[in-house]
T-cell receptor, first 117, second 110 residues
Framework: ETGVTQTPRHLVMGMTNKKSLKCEQH?????MYWYKQSAKKPLELMFVYSLEERVENNSVPSRFSPECPNSSHLFLHLHTLQPEDSALYLC????????????????FGPGTRLTVL | DQQVKQNSPSLSVQEGRISILNCDYT??????FLWYKKYPAEGPTFLIS?????DKNEDGRFTVFLNKSAKHLSLHIVPSQPGDSAVYFC?????????FGTGTSLTVIP
């Protein structure tokens, strides 16, 4: 138990569906992240939020829409996804952002296994 | 183009011996390096880190070595234990960006 929870753990959706992934952290952190892990590929950073403001958006297609209503919650809204978007989506949180010694350790949730049909 | 590479997808080591996991990177701007450990059906768990101003950091059985001139990072686990069997990810960070390797699956044989 890392203090970061994700729901749902598994999601199967059609290409025309709209769904949302939820992440919640109970660690008092002020930065949250979404990552995508596809088979045999490294984790890819998608979005970074610090103090509820988006600070990074790594060329992610607009069919992925993040939302951070407060420092404890992070959502990833999904619409009109493609089969190649099937992957493990991981949420993480940290106290502070990269660039500071000792504050880069991220705590990950268990992930949501997404399958797009 | 991958900025962080783990060229060995798997490694098997006898219990009690040393495990050495390797990682190479291409971006000289990285200022912080981390190792994560991942068990099946769980998210990665932070293991150990090192700043670019150091060349070694030790925490119990785990030691990370950084060779900046070679852009090479390694994780040493000694002695290895069966509970260390997991996938190990190397990561590097700079300016709000994190880059991960593809992971090395370590199996410690009892």
């Amino acid at each position: 138990e890392t203090g970061v929870t994700q729901t749902p753990r598994h999601l199967v959706m059609g290409m025309t569906n709209k769904k949302s992934l939820k992440c919640e952290q109970h660690l008092g952190h002020n930065a949250m992240y979404w990552y995508k892990q596809s088979a045999k590929k490294p984790l890819e950073l998608m979005f970074v939020y610090s103090l509820e403001e988006r600070v990074e958006n790594n060329s992610v297609p607009s069919r992925f829409s993040p939302e951070c209503p407060n420092s404890s919650h992070l959502f990833l809204h999904l619409h009109t996804l493609q089969p190649e978007d099937s992957a493990l989506y991981l949420c993480a949180s940290s106290q502070g952002l990269a660039g500071g010694i000792g504050i880069n350790e991220q705590f990950f949730g268990p992930g949501t296994r997404l399958t797009v049909l | 183009d991958q900025q962080v590479k783990q060229n060995s997808p798997s490694l098997s080591v006898q219990e009690g011996r040393i495990s050495i996991l390797n990682c190479d990177y291409t971006n000289s701007m990285f200022d912080y390096f981390l190792w994560y450990k991942k068990y099946p059906a769980e998210g990665p768990t932070f293991l150990i880190s090192i700043s670019s101003i150091k060349d070694k950091n030790e925490d119990g059985r785990f030691t990370v070595f950084l060779n900046k001139s070679a852009k090479h990072l390694s994780l040493h686990i000694v002695p290895s234990q069966p509970g260390d069997s997991a996938v190990y990810f190397c990561a590097a960070s700079a300016q709000n960006q994190f880059y991960f390797g593809t992971g090395t699956s370590l199996t410690v044989i009892p």
